[in-house]
């Protein structure tokens, strides 16, 4: 073949090749591609249904373990008033608003027992209308029944008193007893008229006693007992206890009064961050030294039980009224986990049903359950919820998708058609310029032939 018969095929087939790569880019890459879903995850799916059977506490409705998405406060507006208050005077306060979502948590509505799935039940013997445990730590819910029920607070509420009290007095703050102090209903620690004593060693009494005498003195320099219930409730709107409303300091059975079972537990969370606070409430036993010439030194023990029987026992506050009935609010700590539990309105002394909450929780501690609700106060509010993250092969396939939706992308959206064309504009000319050089060098063989 003549020279310029290959340079001609060689020009003939440069353009063929031209022509394929511009069809090639032409052609939507769906062959390869497969179109992709999110993956379904277990994480966040619905846990195997709970056993039906489900213990049942007096004064309760059916109980029931709903799933993570369980009802709204509003389910439980039978709960939204307290017990009536037998004693004090003054027309009943209208009950506390129900929030739209409750605190903590969805679950933390349920009037109910509310458990993990599939966790063991809760010990027999359980006569409390309301209680709950939680990590002292992380603040998880990790059991309850009927969280956000209104009760009465009896002596719990003076762990509010008590953190206020260490924020605004000086511990070295000289007191004057009076003898209103000493009239106070309740056990007192022994106040004396005129008495003088340290700020400090009344809170701690307050803290380790019920010290009915010391809550009204420490309330009295607090600016009196209605300005000390005031600043009460202010903390308690700050750390989001929306069942708490105090209007008497002491915890008396004052119509208005209340609290519940999330918040006694979310309240003395708060309070044990305090290093005395959690000193005071860890000790067996406190001393008052008066100051002056009445130099006696008064020494109670700490009415807690639990500090004697519970081991790893860590500190609490209880309290009895007639409304209240027996209420008790305590941590205790084993193999590094901390753990608080709350018992409300219950028909029994509460330490025994407090123990048994404790060894119940640590059961479901070591289990690392799903918590089902979260104590959530001023320090650390409720964290977002963790979103799921792709595993590797979804990685993997997004990726090559991304690269192909990229591959295909490169000409862009209305630049791919102008492409095409122009491709093939450029193949016509080489096919005619082809052409005619092949017919010019056809009249040129003739001509030399001649």
């Known amino acids: 073949m003549p020279e310029r018969a290959r340079q001609l095929a060689r020009v003939l087939n440069l353009s063929l090749s ?24 277990t994480r966040g799916s619905t846990a195997t249904s709970p056993k039906n059977s489900t213990p049942k506490s007096p004064g309760s409705t059916t109980p029931s373990r709903q799933p993570s998405d369980g009802p709204t406060a509003s389910s439980c507006t039978a709960k939204a008033v307290p017990p009536p208050a037998n004693e004090g005077n003054g027309d009943q306060l209208p009950p506390l608003d129900l929030p739209k979502d409750p605190i903590g948590g969805a679950r933390m509505g349920d009037c109910g027992v509310v458990l993990p799935p599939n966790a063991t039940l809760p010990p027999d013997g359980l006569t409390a ?28 509420i003076k762990v509010l008193l008590a953190m ?3 924020k605004e007095i000086p511990a070295d703050k000289v007191i004057v007893g009076t003898r209103e102090d000493t009239r106070q209903p309740g056990t ?37 007992a209605d300005e000390a219930a005031q600043k009460m409730n202010n903390l308690a709107r700050e750390l989001k206890a929306l069942d708490t409303r105090v209007v008497n300091p002491n915890g008396n059975d004052v ?41 006696t030194t008064i020494t109670r023990n700490n009415d807690n039980k639990l500090l004697n029987t519970f081991k790893g026992a860590t500190g609490g506050k209880a309290g009895t009224t007639n409304a209240a009935q ?37 059961t479901l501690a070591a289990a690392r359950v799903q918590p089902i609700g979260k104590l959530a106060g001023a320090i ?36 791919l058609p102008i492409t095409i064309l122009a491709g093939l504009v ?25």
């Not at 209308?129 to 719990?156: E, F, K, M, N």
């Not at 918040?263 to 959690?278: G, H, K, Q, S």
């Not at 450029?426 to 001649?450: D, E, F, H, I, P």
């Open 326 to 362: 027996n209420v008790f609010v305590g941590s205790a700590e084993r193999d590094g986990r901390h753990l608080i539990v709350s018992v409300m309105r219950s028909q029994s002394e509460p330490f025994p049903q407090a123990a048994s909450l404790l060894d119940y929780g640590f």
């Open 380 to 415: 650390d509010q409720p964290s977002p919820a963790p979103q799921d993250t792709p595993s590797s092969a979804e990685n993997e396939t997004t990726t090559l998708a991304s690269s192909n939706t990229v591959a295909r992308s490169a000409f862009g959206t209305a630049g």
């Open 255 to 295: 119509p208005g009064q209340s609290t519940s079972a999330f918040d006694t537990a979310l309240i003395y969370r708060e309070a044990m961050r305090i290093p005395e606070f959690a000193d005071a409430t860890g000790s067996k036993r406190v001393q008052i030294k008066p100051q002056g010439n009445r130099n």
């Open 18 to 41: 031209i022509a394929a790569a511009v069809t090639f880019a032409a052609v939507p890459a769906t062959a390869n591609a497969q179109p992709t879903s999110p993956s379904t995850s």
């Open 188 to 224: 007192k620690v022994g106040i004396i008229a005129d008495g003088k004593y340290a700020a400090g060693d009344l809170i701690r009494a307050l803290i380790v006693m019920p010290a009915a005498d010391a809550a009204n003195a420490l309330a009295r320099e607090l600016g009196g």
């Open 129 to 156: 209308d309301s209680w709950l445990i939680a990590d002292q730590a992380t603040g998880d819910v990790l059991a309850s029944y009927a969280p956000h029920a209104r009760q009465r607070p009896a002596g719990t």
């Open 164 to 166: 206020v009290a260490l």
């Open 426 to 450: 450029v193949l016509a000319g080489l096919v005619m310029t082809a052409r005619r050089k092949m017919a010019r060098a056809k009249r040129l063989r003739a001509q030399q032939a001649r």
